[in-house]
């Protein structure tokens, strides 16, 4: 199996923390009285990821290097742990 990476953030104290969430997951847009629909695209939006926990996500390593960039360019404080998950022999 690919390594895994492990990749912490934290939005607190943060003023704009649902803007950032916004940026990092994406979300739906209604418009006049939700007769249009509009899908904006965050920086998870293309990678698959799994949530761990509230700031915490698990991403596959080939990912890292775009989510990472993602993360900066918002100006988050994020912690990064690359992590071997071997498979059992049955």
């Given at each position: 199996?690919?390594?895994?990476?492990?990749?912490?953030?934290?939005?607190?104290?943060?003023?704009?923390?649902?803007?950032?969430?916004?940026?990092?997951?994406?979300?739906?847009?209604?418009?006049?009285?939700?007769?249009?629909?509009?899908?904006?695209?965050?920086i998870l939006?293309?990678?698959?990821?799994?949530?761990?926990?509230?700031?915490?996500?698990?991403?596959?390593k080939a990912?890292?290097?775009?989510?990472?960039?993602?993360?900066?360019?918002?100006?988050?404080?994020?912690?990064?742990?690359?992590?071997?998950?071997?498979?059992r022999n049955?």
């Open positions: 199996m690919e390594p895994m990476v492990i990749i912490s953030y934290s939005l607190a104290g943060r003023r704009n923390a649902l803007e950032l969430t916004r940026k990092i997951y994406g979300y739906n847009e209604f418009s006049n009285n939700s007769k249009y629909k509009y899908k904006r695209e965050g939006s293309n990678v698959k990821y799994e949530k761990l926990s509230r700031g915490t996500i698990l991403i596959s990912d890292e290097k775009k989510v990472i960039s993602g993360f900066v360019k918002l100006k988050l404080k994020i912690k990064v742990l690359t992590i071997n998950i071997l498979g049955n």
